[in-house]
Every structure is written in structure tokens, then in C-alpha cells.
């Protein structure tokens, strides 16, 4: 075996062992009772477009829960001033569309989350 292999063999071997010990409390912590269990997915879908100095985007919240959603808008010239909208709800099965604008050109625009 050429020495190359057998470090390979050695690592993924090493890698084998690690994954064998580590195993037993993976699956002891998965059995806790006291353990939170993984939060139901939330959250709406937003789409963002960007046509010369404005920005639209539209979210929809397909979940139960409602989301507070927020455009925020970077300006490409320093002189422009960057905007963080006002939060908006979006209620279960709502759909919302928030509008910004630069008074150039944009260089990013973004929509934040926050469950309520």
C-alpha cells in the first residue's frame, strides 16, 4: 500500500472510531424527555426586485403563526441614505408587499424575519 493510501485508510479509520464513540451520546441525548423537540417551520417567502432606484418585495406567510417581516435597502452613492422599513405582520395565509426606494441607483436590498 502505497504511503499516501495508508494515510487515507488511517484517517477515514480514525473517522469510523470517533463516529462509534460519539454514537451512544447522540442517541442518549436524543432520548432525554427534557430535551426541546425542533420548532415547526415558519416564516413567510419573500421575493425581492429591484428595478432602477425602487424596490418592491412581496411576502407570503403559508404558516399558522404570524411573521414580522422588514425591507431594508442599501443605496449604491454614499449621499444616498440607507433605509430599514417598518415592521409589518403577516398573518397565516397573507401576502404583503413592501416598496423603498434610492434616489440612484440600489445596491442591495433584503427582507428580515422575526417571529412574533
Do not use: F
Not at 442518549?28 to 425581492?48: I, K, L, M, N
Not at 418585495?57 to 399558522?64: E, L, V
Amino acid at each position: 500500500m502505497r504511503p499516501s493510501n495508508r494515510r487515507a485508510a488511517a484517517g477515514v479509520l480514525s473517522l469510523v472510531a470517533l463516529a462509534g464513540l460519539a454514537a451512544p451520546a447522540l442517541a442518549e441525548r436524543a432520548a432525554d424527555p427534557g430535551q426541546e423537540t425542533v420548532p415547526a417551520p415558519s416564516g413567510s417567502t419573500c421575493w425581492t426586485t429591484v428595478e432602477g432606484s425602487r424596490v418592491v418585495a412581496h411576502c407570503h406567510n403559508p404558516y399558522p403563526e404570524t411573521d414580522l417581516v422588514r425591507l431594508h435597502t442599501e443605496c449604491e452613492r454614499w449621499w444616498d441614505l440607507d433605509a430599514d422599513g417598518a415592521p409589518v405582520e403577516v398573518g397565516p395565509a397573507q401576502t404583503v408587499r413592501l416598496t423603498d426606494r434610492c434616489w440612484k441607483e440600489v445596491r442591495a436590498a433584503w427582507v428580515s424575519h422575526h417571529r412574533m
